[in-house]
């Protein structure tokens, strides 16, 4: 008999916080609306890109030094038993934290992908950056689905501003295929509306689908008993870290930091006078946010944590250069709760004056935001299943 839904997003293996949390908390919502669901078990790195799908087309797009970083940042990975003594932990919680949360026993990848249709009635792609180009995968765009409206895409990212002429050609023609459209960035939107007619909706992230007092369940107990900020950034920024730790020491807070961590950690991670949390699963990240006094980073789910938590944050703008923006998401997210103040410029080297949040408003408009998301989610789901079963 066919369960209901299946979850298509990067969960399985994914050593990220925002990642995992964000399919714990789709699939949380889904099962919570009454229908069966599983996440389904997918290793990104064990199956082509169907844009990118070779480092000569990388090289072609963006340049042999981004290429080159990319193999540099793996080969490091794995050469170095201190980075792979020191992950071990922190990998051990995520796969514990992993276990707990619905993902399918059996394996899949591209080679069997069209058995899926057999097993679930309705799939849901989402959240998170699926439709990226440098990260997308067949299983995202769910080629192997014939009836377009049994296809939902949920809050999916494609982590830029633009496309290009090949990303387009590779990736709309399966996006247009879908039976509801559903992105996580107006700036998404945008883009896609260039090449597709059909509605495309704006919903919230899953994570914020979720309630605060669920995630303070979810989080561990407090890790740092004193008063503290947060850092988290995927930036090794020293002019930022020099900020952060002066704003620490002017508000008397204890500097604590979660290094970004996948295949190597940053080489400005030591820094004196801070307190560096290495084993951290999703749910130590959670309680790290929940706890603390202030927040800083450049994360996209760091910023949406600080958010449901009620935190008083700032968000740390990334660098611009390159051929791709990644701080689209950033500014559509503080956009979307009036709180584009709370960004920091990358090259704004003053002193950090931030007012104090009003978490009353966004509140309200977290709250408006999540009916119209689960509205949507919930008649894409109604709908699909309808057509899977005739009716």
């Known amino acids: 008999m066919k369960k209901d839904v299946a979850i298509l997003t990067k969960y399985y293996k994914n050593y990220n916080y925002g990642g995992m949390l964000q399919g714990y908390a789709l699939h949380k919502t889904i099962s919570n609306m009454g229908y069966s669901c599983d996440i389904i078990s997918y290793d990104v790195g064990c199956n082509k890109n169907p844009v990118y799908g070779s480092l000569l087309e990388q090289c072609k797009q963006y340049g042999l030094l981004s290429a080159i970083e990319k193999v540099s940042e793996k080969a490091v990975g794995k050469c170095s038993f201190f ?24 394996y899949y990848d591209d080679s069997c992908l069209n058995e899926l249709p057999d097993e679930y009635k309705v799939f849901v792609s989402g959240s998170d950056q699926i439709w990226n180009p440098n990260a997308v995968r067949l299983l995202y765009l769910q080629n ?112 604590v930091m979660i290094p970004f961590a996948k295949q190597e950690f940053n ?33 996209f789910h760091g910023a949406v944590f600080s958010i449901i938590f009620n935190k008083q944050f700032a968000v740390f703008e990334r660098n611009k250069s390159g051929h791709v923006s990644m701080n689209s998401r950033l500014y559509d997210l503080l956009d979307t709760f009036g709180l584009r103040e709370r960004l920091v410029q990358f090259n ?26 689960l509205e949507f989610l919930s008649n894409s789901i109604k709908n699909g299943i309808d057509s899977a079963e005739g009716i």
């Not at 820094?271 to 980073?297: M, Q, W």
Request: proline share 3%; with cysteine.
């Open 267 to 299: 080489i400005n991670d030591n820094i004196e006078d801070c307190l560096r949390l290495d084993n951290v699963g999703p749910r130590e990240f959670l309680s790290a946010i929940k706890n603390a006094d202030f927040v800083f980073t450049d994360s």
């Open 83 to 106: 980075i792979k003594g020191t992950l071990n932990g922190r990998r051990k919680l995520f796969d514990e934290f992993e276990a707990e949360a619905g993902t399918d026993t059996r």
């Open 348 to 373: 704004d080297n003053t002193k950090l004056h931030l007012k104090l949040i009003n978490y009353s408003n966004v509140n309200a408009i977290l709250e408006k935001r999540k009916a119209e998301s």
């Open 144 to 255: 192997f689905v014939s009836e377009h409206e049994r296809k939902i895409s949920y809050a999916a990212s494609i982590g830029r501003d633009s496309f290009s002429d090949i990303e387009a050609d590779k990736l709309i023609p399966f996006i247009k295929d879908f039976g509801h459209i559903s992105v996580r960035e107006e700036t998404a939107k945008k883009v896609l509306e260039h090449y597709i007619s059909d509605p495309i909706t704006v919903v919230l992230d899953p994570t914020m689908l979720i309630p605060r007092d669920t995630w303070a369940d979810v989080a561990s107990e407090q890790i740092v008993k004193e008063k503290y900020a947060l850092y988290y950034s995927f930036s090794d920024c020293l002019e930022v870290r020099r900020r952060t730790a002066n704003f620490c020491r002017k508000h008397g807070l204890k500097q």
